[in-house]
């Protein structure tokens, strides 16, 4: 169950951003799949991706053939600025011409426990799968500074146990309902990118590429599909630590 693990560093946000669209493109453009399945990460890390995506790479990509879903997303309405929706929406969608039905977006404003249970099932009905759980072609990843990835945080491991293909979680400060996929589901992808810059996220990157016991309490830790390649695209601030 070994998983191929390769770690790209580059100079500037901008230079990491340029190699994710140029990896996502050559992989669409390989692949003789009819529908290609990414899950988009939330927060401020993908922006830059985003943008790259839809100005330099917006009319090569087959945007009829992509189908966007997301990895985690807050229990906010889809036009609050806290939505992982509207931040996609402001820098990708609105940007790039793709049917509607390839949108599979969270409904962060409906109740949380069945909204989780309606995604799963959406992605069960939808995706193709490997044993019992879905399959996304890529997944990309971002790490908090806390070592979190998609919404599953140092104090929610066991979501990586978890049966069912998404499940809610809370923030562990704030207690903000999140959504997110669970670990069996991440782990089930082809492709796993984390993209992850700034040296506020150098500390816990280190802990992971030099396999310290202080990894083993982070999330994005356990990320390792199984018959999968996760690749580590970092700018040297993310890198700084590694030894």
Wanted: charge should be negative; proline fraction near 5%; charged fraction near 25%.
């Amino acid at each position: 169950m070994e998983t191929f693990t390769e770690v790209k560093i580059f100079t500037k946000p901008k230079k990491v951003y340029n190699a994710i669209a140029k990896e996502i493109l050559k992989l669409i453009q390989n692949s003789n799949q009819e529908v290609f399945d990414i899950a988009l990460s939330g927060g401020n890390s993908p922006k830059g991706l985003f943008k790259k995506l839809s100005k330099k790479y917006a009319d090569q990509i087959p945007w009829e053939r992509i189908h966007f879903w997301w990895g985690d997303e807050r229990c906010v309405s889809p036009d609050d600025d806290q939505s992982n929706y509207k931040m996609t929406v402001d820098y990708l969608l609105s940007n790039i011409s793709i049917p509607a039905e390839n949108i599979h977006r969270i409904k962060g404003e409906a109740d949380p426990k069945e909204e989780a249970i309606r995604y799963s099932k959406e992605m069960e009905e939808t995706l193709n799968s490997r044993g019992k759980d879905p399959v996304f072609d890529i997944i990309i990843l971002g790490q908090g500074d806390d070592g979190h990835t998609a919404s599953i945080f140092p104090d929610q491991l066991e979501l990586f146990e978890d049966e069912n293909n998404c499940a809610v979680a809370q923030h562990p400060i704030t207690g903000q309902n999140r959504i997110t996929i669970t670990g069996n589901v991440l782990n089930n992808a082809n492709q796993i990118f984390f993209l992850v810059t700034g040296e506020s996220k150098a500390m816990r990157v280190s802990e992971i590429m030099n396999d310290n016991d202080a990894a083993k309490l982070l999330p994005a830790y356990y990320i390792s599909p199984t018959n999968g390649k996760l690749i580590w695209f970092l700018d040297e601030s993310a890198a700084a630590q590694i030894s």
